[in-house]
């Protein structure tokens, strides 16, 4: 559906069940895909099945992100790599956990971005960026305040980075998935008492799947959408929209 022959994708968290959904389609359209994770035993059947190439680092760890970006003229970046924290109120939150989800989810994705639009001002030849936020960025969860805190900063990041990197040509937007379940929310939001009164609030009234995420990620990498830059796309099945 897309072409992206001759595009160097970045797509941290590839060994993720979001990230590995973008690094199948990516590569399905054409793209050379870089696949990257914290763990190179994770990357591997991702990396196998597709034939992406595997890229992993630390991204809580600004010289493993320099030392691994390097001079690669990537032309896009997914930053889907993330941390779900814990499930706690503001008055028992571990401090600890807030730390981790700002490190790995605003402050890693941070750090790509400055590494990797580098290597895409100097190539100039513009691209594009997709931050993988989520609904909690966009209202309040109860129980994720950490999370919910990373993932507003990393909009922010979108925001002012769409700003900056326009005038090089470089889009920059969020998406801001509701539940997928994935080994990051099942623990969570496949229990009964959290999943029914969460889906009676969302007009379609299911989570999404792995691949209803990748879909927009992609178009928003793609030339179609040339225009589109520092949005925030909530795709929640209209949780957000009450
Ligand atoms: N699942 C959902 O319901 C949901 C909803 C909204 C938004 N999101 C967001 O969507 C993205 C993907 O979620 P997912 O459920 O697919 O996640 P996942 O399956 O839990 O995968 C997480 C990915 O992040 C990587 N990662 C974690 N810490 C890292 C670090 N320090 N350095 C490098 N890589 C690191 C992991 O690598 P290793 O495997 O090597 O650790 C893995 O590839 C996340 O940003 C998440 O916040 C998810």
């Not at 400055?114 to 960026?129: H, L, P, T, W």
């Not at 990498?221 to 925030?232: E, K, P, Q, R, Y």
Request: proline share 5%.
């Amino acid at each position: 559906m897309y072409d992206f022959a001759n595009r160097t994708i970045l797509v941290t968290g590839a060994s993720g069940g979001i990230g590995g959904a973008v690094v199948r389609m990516l590569v399905k359209s054409g793209a050379e895909v870089l696949a990257s994770g914290a763990s190179p035993e994770k990357l591997t059947p991702i990396v196998t099945e597709t034939g992406a190439r595997p890229l992993p680092f630390d991204l809580t760890s600004e010289s493993a992100v320099r030392d691994a970006l390097g001079d690669i003229p990537v032309w896009g970046v997914v930053n889907c790599a993330g941390f779900g924290g814990e499930i706690a109120s503001p008055a028992d939150t571990d401090i600890a956990v807030f730390d981790q989800a700002i490190a790995v989810n605003t402050r890693g994705a941070l750090l790509v971005t400055k590494y990797a639009s580098r290597n895409m001002i100097a190539a100039g030849k513009g691209g594009a960026i997709v931050n993988v936020s989520s609904q909690a960025a966009l209202v309040g969860l109860a129980g994720h305040i950490s999370y919910a805190a990373s993932k507003a900063g990393l909009d922010s990041i979108t925001r002012v980075s769409a700003l900056e990197l326009g005038p090089h040509g470089i889009r920059v937007n969020s998406v801001n998935p509701t539940v997928v379940m994935t080994p990051m929310s099942a623990f969570y939001w496949g229990r009964e008492e959290i999943q029914k009164p969460f889906l009676d609030q969302m007009p379609l009234g299911r989570y999404a799947t792995e691949e209803e995420i990748a879909a927009p990620i992609v178009f928003l990498l793609s030339d179609g959408a040339a225009m589109i830059s520092g949005v925030c796309l909530p795709i929640d099945g209209g949780y957000t929209s009450r």
